[in-house]
């Protein structure tokens, strides 16, 4: 029987995205902090910017993991260095420069987290580069953070030791500084979402996405270990797919997709359960198991094509934008909650 346990290195991934989850969550709350108590209508606005774009970047980032597909714990440590950064945001024993200093080690961070988590998926597979792509517009986004929190860092500092003003001229600095990062990062963010809240048929795109690099690394693999691996994923990410569009996304279209399309979808669905189950009990090493994964992949692009043709046409034609962005929010709420039934969760 195939087992559908998360191999190491692919659940030591979900760990740190995690961490950077929690860490992200801290950096919105200081920020929030921050606002309230500087005086420099400038560095006020510096960061009520960067608020928006960390709340922004929590949503990529939830989206990120959800398409991963291994719900996971932060590391103790990670969990009690929050904690009591948290407790000394909070207090009156650093100043606010200080609270800052902190607050742009954190951006540090998590910028050489997500640098090391993409470095670490091209080492695991194709399907972890392709989920984990989004990171890159976070990255470029807390890169940027670093050299704004520098200005900021520069006028609080000066204010802080001189009581006077620091010399002007130091956004301009900073302007220059983001647009050289812009030249650097710019490739790659540009191949990237950086939508907050992105519609239902780009969060089930990039599902189907996902699956389509599985299903070519089985193929080209003739490693049992391997081939075992990618149908592991295989198995809980389309069990997932399938349950959460079943909750959320086909009761939402039936009223203009019509019965019988719906009706359609959740019998491939269905057969495509059994083929699962089926493939589950043949050894990884026979060679019926990728005949069957063939037959298996062919169903789901059949269903794939159906889905992003006439369904996503019916979904552009029939709901707003907004509509469209809470069921995507809704369809993604119950993946998180299947994954962790199911028990795709790294402690």
Not at 129 to 142: K, R
Not at 152 to 166: C, H, K, N, S
Not at 289 to 314: P, Y
Not at 318 to 345: D, H, I, P, R, Y
């Amino acid at each position: 029987m195939v087992a559908t346990l998360d191999d190491t290195k692919r659940s030591a991934i979900a760990v740190k995205l995690a961490d950077i989850k929690a860490v992200q969550q801290l950096l919105i709350e200081n920020e929030q902090q921050f606002i309230g108590q500087v005086t420099d209508s400038e560095v006020a606005n510096n960061l009520r910017n960067m608020l928006e774009t960390d709340q922004k970047n929590l949503g990529i980032l939830e989206t990120v993991i959800g398409q991963y597909g291994i719900q996971a714990q932060p590391q103790e440590t990670i969990t009690q260095m929050v904690e009591k950064i948290r407790e000394l945001m909070k207090g009156s024993k650093l100043s606010l420069y200080e609270k800052v200093f902190q607050h742009e080690l954190l951006k540090h961070q998590q910028v050489m987290s997500g640098l090391t988590i993409h470095k670490a998926a091209q080492k695991v597979g194709a399907d972890v580069m392709l989920a984990i792509g989004p990171l890159n517009t976070i990255n470029f986004e807390n890169r940027a953070h670093q050299e704004q929190l520098k200005g900021v860092l520069e006028i609080l500092g000066v204010r802080e030791l001189t009581g006077q003003d620091a010399d002007q001229g130091i956004w301009a600095r900073v302007q220059d500084a983001m647009a050289a990062l812009s030249g650097v990062f710019g490739s790659a963010v540009t191949q990237t979402t950086d939508k907050q809240d992105m519609n239902v048929q780009d969060v089930i795109r990039l599902d189907h996405n996902k699956v389509n690099t599985l299903f070519t690394e089985l193929l080209a693999s003739n490693d049992p270990q391997k081939i075992q691996e990618y149908f592991g994923q295989i198995y809980k990410d389309l069990s997932v797919h399938a349950e959460a569009e079943e909750q959320v996304v086909y009761p939402a279209v039936r009223p203009f997709y019509g019965q019988n399309d719906t009706q359609e979808l959740y019998d491939e669905q269905a057969e495509m359960k059994k083929k699962l189950d089926q493939i589950k009990a043949i050894s990884p090493s026979s060679s019926e198991f990728k005949d069957q994964i063939k037959k298996l992949m062919d169903a789901v692009g059949d269903h794939i094509r159906q889905e992003e043709s006439t369904m996503f046409a019916a979904i552009r034609n029939n709901l707003s934008t907004e509509q469209s962005e809470q069921l995507a929010t809704q369809f993604k709420a119950a993946k998180v909650k299947l994954q962790e039934k199911m028990g795709v969760v790294s402690k």
